[in-house]
């Protein structure tokens, strides 16, 4: 009637929700099927959420699948430590590039030696 901005959301989990809030996801698996929310105020703005529907969790499906599920998130979170120590090393470290000295070929360094004993040979003269 006041013509607001709403959204129309299809389902979702708590998982991976929709919602930029983490107090929206909340508020809306409180609120029973068929009803509206008090309003819901956050940093965004003041929300009133309506459930229209709620499909039940697969238990069985969440114990056939929990193995997996809990080495998925093991394996996302020791690779997040990963990231986390390595920016960290790269935060503190003090790196020269020695790269173009390493990769020099054959004759480059033989020049170079070659115009290092020229200079050394001069100067004693």
């Not at 930029?20 to 809306?28: E, Q």
Request: a positive charge.
């Amino acid at each position: 009637a006041l013509k607001l901005p709403h959204q129309d959301l299809g389902p979702f989990t708590r998982l991976s929700p929709p919602l930029p809030n983490p107090r929206l996801v909340g508020a809306s698996f409180g609120v029973p099927k068929g009803q509206t929310s008090k309003a819901v105020d956050t940093d965004e703005g003041i929300y009133f959420i309506e459930v229209l529907d709620r499909i039940p969790a697969d238990s069985a499906e969440f114990v056939r699948t929990l193995d997996e599920t809990r080495a998925a998130a093991i394996k996302l979170e020791r690779q997040q430590r990963i990231r986390n120590y390595m920016s960290a090393l790269r935060q503190q470290a003090s790196i020269k590039d020695y790269r173009a000295e390493l990769f020099r070929t054959t004759a480059q360094a033989e020049a170079a030696q070659d115009r290092i004993r020229s200079q050394t040979g001069n100067k004693g003269q």
